[in-house]
Nanobody
């Protein structure tokens, strides 16, 4: 099994920054796994935010966060980060870290096998 634990959420004013962290543990976890961030706002479906390949060479972002968010990973620490800058009130959501149980690239929520418990991000106007 794989456990994912997110941290770094909180309350920030519009235009501010936050950095989310997701640390993976468990015997099954591999540094080759594709990792992603998703978010879910109240009354809305969970949506893709960003993803990164096992080696970190490949990344992708939702159009709504391109140029403002940066995903990265430190495989020595089994940790994935999401640097969020120029935050907007519409970024308010619970942010979830997810892991895909292989190295095949995917941005589809349904293809991710492991999920964290989520961390709340609230951006005030």
């Amino acid at each position: 099994q794989v456990q994912l634990v997110e941290s770094g959420g909180g309350l920030v004013q519009a235009g501010g920054s936050l950095r989310l962290s997701c640390t993976a543990s468990g015997r099954s976890f591999s540094r080759y796994y594709v990792m992603g961030w998703f978010r879910q706002a109240p009354g809305k479906e969970r949506e893709f935010v960003a993803a990164i390949s096992g080696g970190g060479a490949l990344t992708d972002y939702a159009d709504s966060v391109k140029g403002r968010f940066t995903i990265s990973r430190d495989n020595a620490k089994n940790t994935v980060y999401l640097q969020m800058d120029s935050l907007k009130p519409e970024d308010t959501a619970v942010y979830y870290c997810a892991a895909r149980r292989n190295s095949n690239w995917s941005l589809q929520r349904s293809t991710y096998d492991y999920w964290g418990q989520g961390t709340q991000v609230t951006v005030s106007a």
